[in-house]
């Protein structure tokens, strides 16, 4: 029997979801804080659950093969990486075992299904073309960061090792002009105050989107403000005021104004031009995204006689890429300003055998279908929740040679596969692909095969 304050000794094997350590002590399963798999640690423990304890790691007894010293001084606090004391090389299997686990969870029929070893990246460091941060004050000091895990204690950053180095300038620049024109973050409870956010975006040109979440409508000195910050960093091409004054945890609100520039950046996959929009949908991992998307067009074996579906097609990204290999490619996606972003995109690479539909696809593809517009290739792409039902039955009732899944929640591909399992089709390949290096996060593209297609 355990008890709140404990010290244990226990051997870590294996990470959760929340990239804390998992080790048994006499079939209790604990959570161990800042341990890493093939440790043996001290830990105090910190809560007890029904089916498990919280602990905090005191003292690393024996360090694992796979435990690496962290190149983040934040590490721990800040909320953005979990895994970066677990090698590289781990952390990879990792996300392998997680997704084969998630599919075990399901009761999917496993056999015959091919799993492949997780595609890593070269360099796992300053990959990401987006990062967002929050605005607070501390003695007087303006900070820009990001909150500790489950906590409202925000850490103040001047550099984040998962983004480009022009990002950290830009952090540096943001506090320094902000401090100077007395420009106040907005307090969660006393609902005052100006900035709530800071958004960087950049692209392969190392060219910058910056976005500033404010309260108000208006920003105080905003010309001058603007005029420092291109100063400080001429690689900005944007600036977008985006107004948020309502009471929650999203970052971005409705309204954008644009402060400089054209309100966009353009950033290219595979050759292919891309006009992205502050609230448009673009993967964060510019090296993987090639990697997966490369992936999932191979799995899709178009041909110039193939209709194709690109479903949650955001900004047209795989759309256009199987438009050069299909004869017509449908997209459906639920912002418009998505498919208005896609159809200019469609024009920007002169591609004309593309179609775009604004819509939720749980109601678009039942009336395609009803429309007797059917595709011999389904590429779905949905968020974190997976697809509702009348997608999946949809599919069904389309009965396409092929589908291709690309999934970032392990959970619920498990669950949908499932249902197209029954529904008659042959899980062939699973891929992840590593998109969120430090982070136990994964993603997956998978090829169903029709059981009566060659
Ligand atoms: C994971 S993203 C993929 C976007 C695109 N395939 C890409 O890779 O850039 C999922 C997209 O689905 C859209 N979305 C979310 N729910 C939707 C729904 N019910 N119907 C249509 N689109 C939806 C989101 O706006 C987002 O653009």
């Known amino acids: 029997m355990i008890n709140v304050n404990d010290i244990v000794e226990i051997n870590i094997i294996d990470i959760n979801h929340l990239g804390q350590g998992v080790g048994k002590l006499s079939d209790f399963v604990v959570f161990v804080d800042k341990a890493v798999t093939g440790d043996l640690v001290k830990a105090k423990i910190t809560e007890i659950k029904k089916s498990f304890a919280l602990g905090k790691t005191i003292e690393i007894l024996e360090s694992s093969p796979h435990r690496v010293d962290s190149p983040c001084e934040n590490f721990g606090a800040c909320g953005g990486c979990q895994t970066l004391t677990l090698s590289y090389e781990e952390q990879l299997k990792y996300k392998k075992n997680s997704v084969i686990n998630s599919l075990k969870k399901s009761s999917l029929d496993m056999d015959g299904i091919t799993i492949y070893d ?42 984040c090792l998962l983004q480009d180095e022009v990002a950290d300038n830009i952090l540096k620049n943001t ?21 709530r956010h800071i958004v960087i975006r950049t692209n392969k040109d190392k060219e910058v989107m910056l976005i500033i979440v404010t309260n108000t409508e208006e920003l105080p000195n905003a010309n001058k403000i603007v005029e420092e910050l291109i100063k400080a960093e001429p690689k900005i091409k944007t600036i977008v005021q985006n107004i948020n004054n309502k009471n929650t945890s999203v970052i971005l609100g409705y309204k954008n104004k644009t402060l400089y520039g054209s309100g966009t950046i353009i950033d290219y996959i595979d050759n292919l031009q891309f006009v992205i929009s502050p609230h448009t949908f673009f993967q964060v991992n510019s090296v993987q995204t090639e990697k997966l998307y490369e992936k999932a067009i191979e799995y899709a074996q178009l041909t110039k006689e193939y209709t194709c579906f690109d479903l949650y097609c955001g900004i047209g990204t795989i759309s256009l890429m199987a438009a050069r290999n299909a004869k017509k490619v449908y997209g459906v996606e639920i912002v418009e300003q998505s498919i208005k972003d896609a159809e ?48 999946l039955e949809a599919i069904k009732n389309i009965s396409p040679k092929r589908v291709v899944y690309v999934s970032c929640n392990p959970a619920t591909l498990g669950r949908d596969l499932e249902i197209l399992q029954d529904y008659g089709f042959d899980i062939e390949k699973v891929q992840p692909v590593d998109m969120f290096c430090h982070s136990t996060h994964t993603e997956v593209v998978v090829l169903l095969q029709r059981q009566d297609h060659e």
């Open 175 to 195: 506090k320094n002009i902000l401090e100077k024109y007395k420009i106040n973050p907005y307090g969660k409870r006393t609902k005052n105050g100006t900035i």
């Open 118 to 159: 997780t595609i890593g990246m070269d360099n796992p460091y300053r990959y990401r073309n987006k990062t967002a941060f929050s605005v607070g004050k501390n003695n007087g000091k303006i900070q820009i960061g990001t909150y500790e895990q489950s906590s409202h204690q925000l850490v103040d950053l001047d550099t």
């Open 344 to 391: 200019r995109n469609a024009k920007v690479n002169n591609i004309e055998n593309t179609k775009f539909y604004t819509g939720k696809v749980e109601e678009v593809l039942p009336k395609l279908y009803k429309k007797g517009i059917k595709a011999d290739v389904i590429i779905i792409d949905p968020p974190r929740k997976g697809c509702e039902k009348e997608v």
